[in-house]
C-alpha cells in the first residue's frame, strides 16, 4: 500500500531563507508526483507536476526534485516571502492501481514565513 | 488551464438532512472525477472515484450508502451525503481528469472545496 509522508510538519522560518520540504513516498511505481499549496480554508494550487521519467520541475522560485528510486521528492522554495506561509501538500498516482489514476496525499508541511 | 468549480462554497444543515454538492469541470469534458475529504490541519483523504456513466468507486471505509455519487454527464458530478450528523462536517474537494491532455501527464484539476457543517 502506498504511503506518502512529508517532514517536517510544520516549518517557521524568517523571510528570505532558502528552504526545503521533502515528500517520501514507499512504492517507486508511480505516474507522476505533484505539489499543491493550500491556504486556509481554501483549496488547492497547483504548484508543480513531475512525471515519472523527469527529475525536476522549475517554476519561479521553487524547484521540484523527483527520485523515484529512493521514494524521495523536495520541493525548493528560493527567497521565501511571508506569502509563501501555507501548507504545501504532495501526491503521487501510483502505477500498480492501473486505470485508477487516483491521487494518494502526503501528511503536508505547514509553512510560516515571519517576516 | 483547466478550472472546475464547486457549488456551493460553503453549507451549514440541520442534522439528518441530505445534503448535495456540485463538482463541475467548466472547460473539458471529464470521464472521471474524484472525491476527497479533508479534516482540519490533516491532509486530503480520497473517498470515491466518479466515473461517467457507471457506478463510482469507493475506498474502504467509505460507507456508499451514505455518500451517493452521481456522474451523469461528462462536465459533473455530484457529492450527496445523506442523513447528515455532526461527525460528517469536513471539507469536501472534488478533482477532475481531462483524459485528453496534451502528453498523457494525467494530472488532476481541482475545485475549491465545499465546506460543511452539520449542526
Known amino acids: 500500500k502506498q504511503e506518502v509522508t512529508q517532514i517536517p510538519a510544520a516549518l517557521s522560518v524568517p523571510e528570505g531563507e532558502n528552504l526545503v520540504l521533502n515528500c517520501s513516498f514507499t512504492?517507486?511505481?508511480?505516474?507522476?508526483l505533484q505539489w499543491f499549496r493550500q491556504d486556509p480554508g481554501k483549496g488547492l494550487t497547483s504548484l508543480l507536476l513531475i512525471q515519472s521519467s523527469q527529475r525536476e520541475q522549475t517554476s519561479g522560485r521553487l524547484n521540484a526534485s523527483l527520485d523515484k528510486s529512493s521514494g524521495r521528492s523536495t520541493l525548493y522554495i528560493a527567497a521565501s516571502q511571508p506569502g509563501d506561509s501555507a501548507t504545501y501538500l504532495c501526491?503521487?498516482?501510483?502505477?500498480?492501481?492501473?486505470?485508477?489514476?487516483?491521487?494518494?496525499f502526503g501528511t503536508g508541511t505547514r509553512l510560516k514565513v515571519l517576516a | 488551464g483547466a478550472v472546475v468549480s464547486q457549488h456551493p462554497s460553503r453549507v451549514i444543515c440541520k442534522s439528518g438532512t441530505s445534503v448535495k454538492i456540485e463538482c463541475r469541470s467548466l472547460d473539458f469534458q471529464a470521464t472521471t472525477m474524484f472525491w476527497y475529504r479533508q479534516f482540519p490541519k490533516k491532509s486530503l483523504m480520497l473517498m470515491a472515484t466518479s466515473n461517467e456513466g457507471s457506478k463510482a468507486t469507493y475506498e474502504q471505509g467509505v460507507e456508499k450508502d451514505k455518500f451517493l455519487i452521481n456522474h451523469a454527464s461528462l462536465t459533473l458530478s455530484t457529492l450527496t451525503v445523506t442523513s447528515a450528523h455532526p461527525e460528517d462536517s469536513s471539507f469536501y474537494i472534488c478533482?477532475?481528469?481531462?483524459?485528453?491532455?496534451?502528453?498523457?501527464?494525467?494530472?488532476?484539476?481541482f475545485g475549491p472545496g465545499t465546506r460543511l457543517t452539520v449542526l
Open positions: 501526491a503521487v498516482t501510483p502505477m500498480r492501481i492501473s486505470g485508477t489514476y487516483k491521487y494518494i
Open positions: 478533482s477532475a481528469r481531462d483524459p485528453l491532455q496534451a502528453g498523457g501527464y494525467n494530472e488532476q484539476f
Open positions: 512504492d517507486s511505481a508511480i505516474y507522476n
